[in-house]
């Protein structure tokens, strides 16, 4: 079965969509030149999500999250990064099966801010894990609101051998 790749322009609109990658996973990319990319299996699960860009601003609301489709939003259980700095205004609301987040830089700063209502009524969210993050300066308002979180862990790179 082959599924439907939705690309942002720069300005975050929707664009032309085109028929293409891997059949038996969703797959999308945003940005000026594709920046960031995903992918989740068609049977649902962990959505992946990496590269530089996360489209943010509360005036594109769900419309940044080009994963938010009656289609695809239900089947994400589970988002894990390993990049980006940002994660925008509304970027996971209401993904209503997102049970856990995980955060994992493979380099860069690591997670500087998360806007407005990014997780905003993702009911079942309970476990978000920010790891390798030191230089996280904002949660925006409400973005965790109307959630189950248990569990809200945030590291630091770990202390080299001559670091306390």
């Known amino acids: ?3 439907l790749v939705i690309t942002l322009t720069a300005l975050c609109s929707l664009s032309t969509a085109a028929w293409a990658g891997r059949d038996d996973y969703y797959t999308g990319s945003a940005g000026y030149a594709s920046e960031l990319e995903w992918e989740l299996p068609d049977d649902g699960g962990e959505m992946y999500i990496w590269g530089d860009y996360m489209p943010m601003g509360p005036t594109y609301e769900n419309v940044n999250a080009i994963w938010n489709t009656d289609e695809v939003r239900p089947l994400i259980t589970s ?3 390993t990049n ?3 994660i925008g205004a509304h970027a996971f609301k209401n993904l209503e099966n997102l049970v856990s987040y995980t955060y994992n830089p493979s380099s860069g700063f690591g997670l500087l801010k998360i ?3 990014a997780f905003n009524q993702s009911t079942k969210l309970s476990n978000v894990e920010i790891k390798n993050s030191h230089n996280l300066r904002y949660i ?3 973005a965790f609101a109307g959630t189950a979180i248990k569990t809200f862990t945030i590291s630091t790179p770990d202390a080299g ?3 306390e």
């Open 140 to 142: 925006g308002e409400r």
């Open 115 to 117: 806007g407005d209502y």
């Open 79 to 81: 988002i894990r990064m």
């Open 161 to 163: 051998p001559n670091e």
């Open 84 to 86: 980006g700095h940002n």
């Open 1 to 3: 079965m082959k599924k």
